[in-house]
């Protein structure tokens, strides 16, 4: 039987203990390589499940077009304020306005007088608040006098005037009895109240709190008739006579029948040209 004897430190030699040193070294740095390269791969699956980077880097873009999208949202807000200062003034109908529009027969050439005098009996009955107003609606008409081209201002319906007014038993007393003023036109004695389309073909439409004023529309009224015989004045054709058999009211032109050389020829002149014989 043979004796055992432990092995420790204090029975080792100086030699041993070296020797037993060395020999665990390796394995401790063997140790140490593998823990950090573990880590790292939990580092790295960790960094799979919750990619924080790339979170941070994604929502940059995203705020990009929500900036976008707010700064064409605020153009085209400032377009619309443009718009909106630059649109023009709203325009209200004559029709529109309190009341109705009524005809009213006048003594012939006394518009101008039967107005005044309606303004006067209004002020002084105190009917402000159911007679409106009145006009004598106008236009301008282009004549032709002496061969000349001359723009006069005429009175639309010679003998009428248009009132607006809340027309109740005392608002047609104090219309119908007014000097100068002969009658409301109506059917069967009843004042008939004129249609928006009358109204506003009339009256011309102004901006809005604007008076209503007489519509103005220019129209050739022509001093020659079909079959006049008139002078040339100008032109090639000058002193030569002839009869009027075409007129263009559109150009302002006439064909005249003028006798050249034993034969009638259509010549084409404009109104200045020609003269009454």
């Not at 200062?85 to 007088?113: C, I, L, N």
């Not at 009955?125 to 001359?150: Q, T």
């Amino acid at each position: 039987m043979s004796d055992t004897t432990d092995i420790t430190p204090d029975t080792m030699s100086d030699v041993e203990v070296e020797a037993a040193a060395e020999s665990a070294e390796p394995a401790a740095t063997a140790a140490d390589e593998t823990v950090p390269e573990a880590a790292a791969d939990d580092v790295a699956v960790a960094g799979e499940e919750t990619p924080a980077a790339e979170s941070d880097d994604a929502s940059e873009p995203a705020d990009s077009v929500v900036a976008d999208a707010e700064s064409e949202i605020d153009e085209v807000l400032d377009e619309d304020e443009l718009f909106d200062e630059e649109a023009p003034p709203k325009v209200e109908s004559p029709f529109d306005r309190p009341g109705r529009w009524y005809v009213v027969h006048t003594q012939s050439g006394h518009e101008k007088k039967a107005q005044q005098n309606l303004a006067a009996r209004i002020a002084s009955m105190g009917m402000e608040e159911r007679i409106y107003e009145s006009v004598i609606p106008m236009e301008d008409v282009v004549e032709f006098r002496n061969g000349k081209k001359v723009v006069v201002q005429k009175k639309m319906f010679p003998g009428y005037l248009l009132v607006r007014a809340h027309l109740d038993d005392d608002a047609w007393y104090v219309i119908r009895n007014t000097p100068s003023v002969v009658n409301f036109v109506g059917s069967g004695g009843k004042p008939s109240p004129l249609l928006r389309r009358e109204v506003e073909n009339f009256l011309q439409v102004k901006e809005e709190g604007a008076p209503a004023t007489p519509a103005k529309r220019s129209k050739a009224r022509l001093e020659y008739e079909m079959g006049e015989t008139v002078r040339v004045k100008e032109g090639p054709f000058a002193d030569f006579s002839g009869e009027i058999v075409e007129i263009n009211e559109d150009q302002l032109k006439v064909k005249v029948l003028v006798n050249i050389f034993g034969r009638e020829t259509p010549v084409e002149l404009e109104f200045s040209q020609i003269a009454r014989l």
